[in-house]
């Protein structure tokens, strides 16, 4: 992409870029609304800033079907079709546009998410397994966590219990843990996984679907806070006074 940032000078040698926004599209696309006209049709785009129409010649609208969404590439111009027509090839067809599911799609093509993995980090992601207890973990299994999420989300990461705090400086207090599941102990530095995983920056979450940063076998079956797993989570244990201020704090080397 070319994409248009602002500069700060943090040494003598390295700058430090901030991105304001993207420029232009590395792949291309443009993504729109096709509607027929004589025996090939025109795609009107769904960004609002692109003022332009593009032709779709019949010999790639073939099968179209007027108010569908469609992924279009622009064409090489040439004598048949120079550049003022703008004429493009469809390469995907996304559905009907009044399809509320497609409100996803358009942000994932628009905004060129990924989602799709490699298949080193496929494999790598498929060969994952629970870990024992060896090595010296604690095991916490027997602390009633509850997790947070709702019974509808993507993945079981986030964990918590409270009970009255047992220590005799805090009469009256609480005793809270909070527990989230350990990504680290299987994403290790320079895998396949930690590569993709740097690449998408984070998973990008709709209301019918989520672009995940990882493979959903790894949040869905190792990655996770779940009755009796063996599972690696992070552990944090806080002291709260009967007035919510905060006493200690201790983290689980699990």
């Not at 696309?29 to 090939?40: L, M, W």
């Amino acid at each position: 992409d070319q994409i248009l940032v602002r500069l700060k000078k943090i040494s003598t040698e390295e700058y430090e870029a901030r991105i304001l926004k993207s420029l232009v599209d590395a792949t291309g696309h443009i993504i729109g609304v096709f509607k027929p006209y004589k025996d090939g049709g025109y795609v009107y785009p769904t960004d609002k800033k692109n003022k332009e129409d593009y032709f779709v010649p019949r010999d790639f609208a073939a099968g179209l079907q007027e108010g569908e969404l469609v992924v279009a590439e622009p064409l090489p111009p040439t004598t048949q079709y120079p550049r003022s027509k703008n004429a493009v090839k469809i390469v995907k067809r996304l559905g009907k546009k009044d399809d509320p599911r497609l409100i996803s799609l358009i942000a994932i093509h628009a905004h060129s998410i990924p989602t799709e993995f490699p298949s080193d980090a496929l494999e790598e992601a498929d060969a994952m397994k629970e870990p024992t207890l060896e090595g010296g973990r604690e095991d916490l299994r027997d602390i009633p966590l509850v997790t947070i999420d709702g019974a509808d989300a993507r993945d079981f990461d986030d964990a918590v219990f409270a009970e009255p705090d047992a220590h005799p400086k805090n009469e009256g207090g609480w005793h809270l843990v909070v527990a989230i599941a350990d990504v680290s102990y299987y994403v290790r530095p320079h895998s396949p996984l930690d590569k993709t995983a740097f690449e998408r920056g984070n998973s990008t979450y709709f209301a019918d679907r989520v672009c995940r940063c990882c493979p959903n076998v790894c949040q869905m079956t190792c990655a996770r806070c779940a009755p009796k797993s063996t599972a690696p989570a992070l552990p944090v244990t806080y002291g709260l006074t009967r007035t919510a201020s905060l006493s200690r704090t201790n983290l689980y080397g699990v």
